[in-house]
């Protein structure tokens, strides 16, 4: 199986590029993004998943290792090939994407080539809360699908201050559409984060 490779590249298209690695030349499929930023003779170091299908054996380069995670994440729903992952990361960066996928917002994940609304939906459902996100990403500035979480600058610092205490998406999520019925939309910060605090508590 191989997972990085060092090399120069001798051959670029579209949607993939040749790089050689000592004496042999890999063909690896890659987002047009990175297609188009390498030349022939370029330097490359990528981040590989080896895919295998029956008599089929790919290689597809990406130039983070988390690129790598989100690609297996993406190619288990159904739909989702993996021509259709890689475009969805050349589309998003791995933090938009999360934030997408958290925040339900198929329009966003639309936006790649080849995901329709269906596909879009399942992502969004199937998805959340199980990708990798990137260290200090803030998942309170994902916007629900459901659009019922309260907003202002009270509500948001209190979804992130939860966010840190590693409690989960749903849970604050249901905590603030609560709280909001009891305490408008311009409330004390420190009033609600005990209240709820003393509601995912019980």
Do not use: M, N
């Given at each position: 199986m191989i997972a990085w490779l060092k090399g120069e590249v001798t051959r670029c298209l579209t949607d993939s590029l040749v790089l050689r690695v000592g004496d042999v030349g890999y063909l690896l499929t890659v987002g047009e993004g990175t297609a188009s930023?390498?030349?022939?003779?370029?330097?490359?170091?990528?981040?590989?998943?080896?895919?295998?299908?029956?008599?089929?054996?790919?290689?597809?380069?990406?130039?983070?290792?988390?690129?790598?995670?989100?690609?297996?994440?993406?190619?288990?729903?159904?739909?989702?090939?993996?021509?259709?992952?890689?475009?969805i990361l050349d589309a998003l960066s791995p933090d938009d994407l999360v934030l997408a996928v958290e925040g339900?917002?198929?329009?966003?994940?639309?936006?790649?080539?080849?995901?329709?609304?269906?596909v879009a939906e399942r992502l969004a459902m199937e998805l959340k809360g199980k990708?990798?996100?990137?260290?200090?990403?803030?998942?309170?500035?994902?916007t629900p699908a459901n659009g019922k979480s309260p907003k202002g600058a009270v509500w948001r610092d209190l979804a992130s201050a939860l966010a840190n205490l590693q409690y989960k998406r749903g849970e604050i999520e249901r905590v603030l559409e609560q709280l909001a019925e009891t305490h408008g939309e311009s409330p004390e910060f420190d009033t609600v984060?005990?209240?709820?605090?003393?509601?995912?508590?019980r």
């Open positions: 930023t390498v030349l022939p003779g370029d330097p490359l170091e990528l981040h590989v998943h080896t895919h295998v299908r029956e008599q089929e054996f790919s290689l597809f380069g990406f130039r983070e290792a988390i690129h790598v995670e989100l690609f297996e994440a993406l190619t288990t729903v159904k739909g989702v090939g993996p021509r259709v992952a890689v475009a339900g917002d198929v329009r966003r994940l639309s936006s790649a080539k080849g995901v329709g609304k269906k990708l990798p996100a990137s260290a200090g990403l803030d998942l309170s500035a994902a984060l005990r209240a709820a605090l003393g509601a995912l508590r």
